[in-house]
């Protein structure tokens, strides 16, 4: 396994862009603004298209650097661009619907964390990778998992309900590239694409509910039924 190989410099570095990543991923948890999702968004995209070329160059996996690219240009760049688009489309600024506000948002997200870290912990000493790279990774795939269904929960703008599948999408993908950087390349791609897809057809999904009920809240969806 390749965690269990690391040099120093390397599972610091792993561990700085997975730390970074999830520190992104509390900044579109505490904000309110839909630009700062996107920024956000694309910049951690951009961080976990590095750790796809640090993992191929450490591992020697070269198709990783193929992954690293795909990464970039889908996650950091075509996909904020197209959300960007429906944003502006939609002449929405912020989230107007919330259950939590942001700074309680904040503390569950801090609890979802030390609660990641625990599940971490134990599945680590359970494998006897207790102490290795391994621990932050799952405490940051699993954290990020949670951070995105909690934005799932307690937000109702459906820019902000896609958000939320991609920062949950993108916990799992940061995590598969650290724990099990040997998976298919053709596999990779698809869910590459797959993310396209998602993103064009919740956009279709917006317009359609603003133009027949008349706001972008997914509250109102049960109305579109029948």
């Known amino acids: 396994m390749l965690v269990a190989h690391l040099s120093p410099l390397a599972a610091s570095l792993f561990s700085l862009i997975a730390i970074a990543s999830l520190l992104l991923a509390f900044v ?26 640090a993992v191929g160059y450490y591992g ?5 650097y193929l992954i690293a690219i795909l990464t970039a240009l889908f996650r950091g760049c075509l996909l904020p661009y197209l959300l960007l688009r429906i944003v502006r489309r939609l002449k929405v600024a ?5 259950v939590v506000q942001a700074s309680s948002s904040l503390v569950i997200g801090a609890f979802a964390v030390v609660f990641a870290l625990t599940v971490a912990t134990h599945i680590s000493a359970g494998l006897g ?19 995105g269904f909690l934005m799932l929960t ?32 053709l596999l990779e791609i698809v869910i590459l694409f797959d993310l396209l897809i998602v993103v064009a057809c919740f956009g279709l999904l917006v317009q359609y509910l603003l133009s027949h009920v008349g706001t972008t809240s997914s509250l109102h969806l049960r109305r579109l039924v029948g």
């Open 94 to 98: 912020r989230e107007l619907h919330v």
């Open 129 to 147: 990778l207790a102490g290795t790279v391994v621990v932050l990774a799952l405490t940051v795939m699993l954290s990020m998992k949670l951070i």
């Open 60 to 64: 020697q996996y070269p198709e990783l």
């Open 154 to 185: 307690v937000r109702h703008e459906a820019i902000s309900q896609i958000l939320g599948l991609l920062v949950l999408e993108n916990g799992i993908f940061l995590g598969s590239q650290i724990l099990v950087p040997g998976m298919p390349l």
């Open 28 to 53: 579109m948890l505490g904000s309110r603004w839909l630009r700062h999702y996107l920024y956000a968004f694309a910049l951690e995209s951009w961080l976990i298209a590095a750790l796809s070329a």
